[in-house]
């Protein structure tokens, strides 16, 4: 029987200071940059290590109701139903797949998150940040001296590109192109009305938000994140389905997005905003997202409702089972002087979106009930909406959410 090997405790520090070659380096982050290192070994225990990406896309907050409510929702339901009529929608609308599409960028869904998009993108590109100089000074023998300025080009409202994969219900392409038509017929003839209360605070109810983590490989612990806020897609790939003599199959393709504002690689602010997001109030997301002392490998925190554990019986990030959760959450640890970011899950609930969503072990059931007959539906003012974040800024108090592209 082979008997398990550990290091002693100090044994490097002890080769360390003792001088000891053994033919491998044992640099650390202090010698690495306190010192000239001239034996230059392979520095292979510090060599890069790879990251996980994910792409949380918030939705936008379109005045749609798929069935009428109250008197108050006449509006949204009757923008449901000009959906329903319009030769741009019409197709997927009148679905069952894209009725559940639509509605996931409603104001009234429950869920903020855009789930399918972080599920399906397969690459992205962020941008670098760069310095601009200028020269001054010219001599008779053409020296000059340059000089630096700060440059905020990479929070310029630009375009950008995600590649996502694509499935055989083409659930990507149909939210695109739904959220680009409800822009076309709100903007175009107002055949989709805004709530009143974006009307009346000039609020843009047809963008969103998207928030870009890069953890490592735990899938939890942060090493980069930035926001992109006014998000919007500008085009819909229907060139996928371009004939060339061959059966038609495209496993991806890429969808241009407008982007208004780019945040500060790493704003520590930028995190706060998912957990506000994500549903909770000022006071739930103090009292839940700081953790003290916590060791750096416990995923576990109590504190989070019925949190999704990624190491519990698994090896992440590979998993041989599917994992589901509902709702992204940060949490921040302070050890000491030290501050770390941990990307946590919580499972949550089925999004409500008009319908009664019954869970089961392994899928979501759908089963559409008249909004007359609905004793668990909740009150329209539950969705997470900028109704809410208005009562609270002019002294209501309620519960905070984002909307619109302020998100």
């Known amino acids: 029987m082979v008997k398990s090997f550990s290091v002693p ?24 940059v306190d010192f000239f290192n001239l034996g230059k070994l392979a520095d292979v225990s510090n060599s890069p290590e790879p990251y996980i990406a994910y792409i949380l896309m918030s939705r936008p907050s379109f005045n749609i109701m798929s069935a009428e409510q109250t008197k108050v929702d006449v509006e949204s339901y009757q923008n449901y139903r000009n959906l329903q009529s319009s030769p741009l929608t019409a197709t997927y609308v009148n679905t069952k797949q894209g009725r559940s599409l639509l509605m996931s960028l409603s104001d009234y869904s429950q869920n903020v998150w855009l789930p399918v998009v972080t599920n399906k993108a397969a690459s992205y590109t962020t941008n670098d940040i760069e310095l601009k100089t200028y020269e001054k000074g010219n001599t008779y023998y053409g020296h000059m001296m340059k000089y630096a300025r700060f440059s ?18 083409m659930s990507i392409l149909k939210l695109m192109y739904l959220w680009m038509s409800c822009i076309y017929l709100e903007t175009r003839n107002g055949l989709l009305v805004p709530k009143l209360i974006y009307q009346q605070n000039a609020i843009i109810d047809y963008m969103g938000s998207m928030y870009y983590l890069v953890t490592r490989r735990d899938g939890s612990e942060l090493v980069y994140w930035e926001k992109i806020t006014g998000v919007m897609p500008i085009r819909a790939p229907f060139s996928m389905f371009s004939f060339s003599d061959q059966m038609i199959f495209n496993e991806r393709f890429n969808i241009d997005f407008h ?32 953790v003290k002392d916590e060791p750096a490998n416990n995923v576990i925190n109590n504190k989070l409702t019925d949190e999704v554990r990624l190491t519990e019986g698994r090896k992440v990030p590979y998993f041989t089972s599917d994992l589901f959760a509902a709702h992204p959450y940060i949490v921040m640890q ?10 946590r899950w919580e499972r949550g609930k089925a999004p409500w979106r008009g319908s009664k969503l019954v869970a089961n072990k392994s899928t ?29 800024i002019l002294g209501g108090g309620g519960r905070s959410s984002g909307g619109g592209s302020g998100r």
């Open 9 to 32: 405790e100090n044994y490097m520090k002890n080769l360390d200071d003792k001088h000891i070659d053994y033919g491998a380096s044992y640099n650390t982050f202090d010698t690495t």
């Open 152 to 169: 905020d080009e990479h929070k310029v409202a630009t375009t950008m590109s995600i590649e996502f994969k694509n499935d055989r219900f």
């Open 259 to 290: 982007c208004g504002i780019r945040s500060d690689p790493n704003d520590p602010s930028v995190l706060m905003d998912i957990n506000f997001l994500s549903g909770d109030v000022y006071k739930d997301i103090l009292r839940k997202s700081s």
């Open 334 to 343: 302070k050890t000491g002087s030290d501050v770390k970011y941990y990307l």
């Open 364 to 392: 979501y059931a759908k089963t559409v009930l008249p909004l007359s007959n609905r004793t668990d539906r909740p009150p329209i003012n539950a969705a997470p909406s900028i109704d809410d974040m208005a009562s609270s």
